[in-house]
């Protein structure tokens, strides 16, 4: 049985940021490339960062059964993780990092309680995540408060994760999270 780390963060928090670094430390993980609704960004790869589809796309891998979890985080916008990639990167022997929404990254700790590690990148302040956010230039001034509100209620999960990590210094933040990662991955048996 493979590990699966799992990051989750409300938008803007750093996650993405986190993951890269984490991909870049440990030879062992694999990006679990999620399908998705939403348009790419120009800096976005399509196969690497996402899996670009329609929303008729995404509803026919529904109603196949193709996907492992999946939500709409957005009005019309889906996110799904689908069961072929966590299957290639475990035929593999790799272990899985998962770049994922609250509900999804709960979804998935709830089947892998015991091999999964479940992270929540917190930003250290309201100002900060909204100044993060609107410094990526990805949003629209709607978007931009859609993913504000978001964030506001996906606080109040962060006690469900095996460990909250505060995204306030970057630096910091990278190393606590190789430590965390490297300690969990060390380990033969996870005991949450
Ligand atoms: P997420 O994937 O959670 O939406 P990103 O990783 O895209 O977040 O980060 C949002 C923005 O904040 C990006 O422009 C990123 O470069 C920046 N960022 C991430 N972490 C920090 C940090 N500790 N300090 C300052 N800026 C940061
Ligand atoms: P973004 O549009 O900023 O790339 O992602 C928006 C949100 O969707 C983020 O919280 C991201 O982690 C989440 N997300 C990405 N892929 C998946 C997925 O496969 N399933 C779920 N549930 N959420 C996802």
Excluded: C
């Amino acid at each position: 049985m493979s590990k699966l780390v799992i990051v989750t963060a409300p938008s803007g928090a750093g996650k993405t940021t986190i993951v890269r670094h984490l991909l870049s430390t440990f030879d062992q993980l694999v990006f679990s490339v999620s399908a998705t609704t939403r348009s790419k960004r120009d800096y976005e790869v399509e196969g690497k960062d996402y899996y670009f589809i329609s929303q008729e796309a995404f509803r026919q891998h529904i109603a196949q059964g193709d996907f492992l979890e999946w939500e709409e985080v957005y009005d019309n916008q889906f996110y799904g993780t689908l069961k072929s990639e966590v299957a290639r990167i475990w035929n593999a022997h790799l272990q899985i990092i998962f770049d994922i929404d609250v509900k999804g990254a709960l979804n998935i700790k709830k089947s892998y309680p015991h091999d999964s590690l479940a992270i929540f990148v917190k930003p250290p302040s309201a100002e900060v995540l909204y100044q993060r956010l609107k410094g990526r230039q990805t949003e629209t001034p709607e978007s931009l408060q859609k993913r504000l509100a978001r964030a506001e209620e996906e606080l109040g999960y962060k006690d469900k994760f095996d460990h909250v990590l505060v995204n306030d210094t970057l630096e910091h933040a990278l190393e606590e999270s190789e430590r965390v990662v490297r300690d969990f991955l060390n380990e033969k048996l996870w005991r949450p």
